[in-house]
T-cell receptor, first 118, second 113 residues
Framework: EAGVVQSPRYKIIEKKQPVAFWCNPI?????LYWYRQNLGQGPELLIR????????DSQLPKDRFSAERLKGVDSTLKIQPAELGDSAVYLC????????????????FGPGTRLTVL | KQEVTQIPAALSVPEGENLVLNCSFT??????LQWFRQDPGKGLTSLLL?????REQTSGRLNASLDKSSGRSTLYIAASQPGDSATYLC????????????FGSGTQLTVLP
């Protein structure tokens, strides 16, 4: 079974340029997460989707970041314009629907996209 | 706001040694706690998930314990091997949301052959 697929794996851009990351979750997983991981830190949630709906985007810097998940399958995260501080690894994860309130379902992570902004 | 701390930030041990990684969290009202492994250039892999009603969970040479009242968890690795070298992160659901995880900064483990 294929895992979470992300592309590109690496991206180097100059500041003020736009950049986009793509994620294809595990088939059948209706919840999709985008995380940002700074060097030496744990991942921080940017946005969570349940099917097509963004249900938690409180940590997404909406002035420059945007995301979409058309048709409830793959997703794109965009930054425009990029800033030096956006250099990080952007991780995508997916999980099955949680059947009971209070449970945490296992999240399956992709390999990430390492972004370097010069 | 939930905060998760992992100590030490880095650890180097000789092969065969037993070791303990520590994780502490500020809000003890958690549903569960997870331990993840991250290899360089790769995503995270879930190792163990301990429900709030459990005190420990075992998988092979790994044993994770949870003490909610003190806000602590430990990951015990027995008979360490060079292949165990990776960064280990713990995560708990953020306050008020079972699905949003708050991660620690991780412990970078190196097992020397």
């Amino acid at each position: 079974e294929a895992g979470v697929v992300q592309s590109p794996r690496y991206k180097i851009i100059e500041k003020k340029q736009p950049v986009a990351f793509w994620c294809n979750p595990i088939s059948g997983h209706n919840t999709l997460y985008w995380y940002r991981q700074n060097l030496g830190q744990g991942p921080e949630l940017l946005i969570r989707y349940e099917n097509e709906e963004a249900v938690d985007d409180s940590q997404l810097p909406k002035d420059r970041f945007s995301a979409e998940r058309l048709k409830g399958v793959d997703s794109t995260l965009k930054i425009q314009p990029a800033e030096l501080g956006d250099s990080a690894v952007y991780l995508c994860a997916s999980s099955l629907e949680v059947p009971r309130a209070g449970d945490t379902d296992t999240q399956y992570f992709g390999p990430g996209t390492r972004l370097t902004v010069l | 706001k939930q905060e998760v701390t992992q100590i030490p930030a880095a650890l180097s041990v000789p092969e065969g040694e037993n070791l303990v990684l520590n994780c502490s969290f500020t809000d003890s009202a958690i549903y569960n706690l997870q331990w993840f492994r991250q290899d360089p250039g790769k995503g995270l892999t879930s190792l163990l998930l301990i429900q709030s009603s459990q005190r420990e969970q075992t998988s092979g040479r790994l044993n994770a314990s949870l003490d909610k009242s003190s806000g602590r968890s430990t990951l015990y690795i027995a008979a360490s091997q060079p292949g165990d070298s990776a960064t280990y992160l713990c995560a708990v659901p953020s306050s008020g949301s079972a699905r949003q995880l708050t991660f620690g900064s991780g412990t970078q483990l190196t097992v020397l052959p």
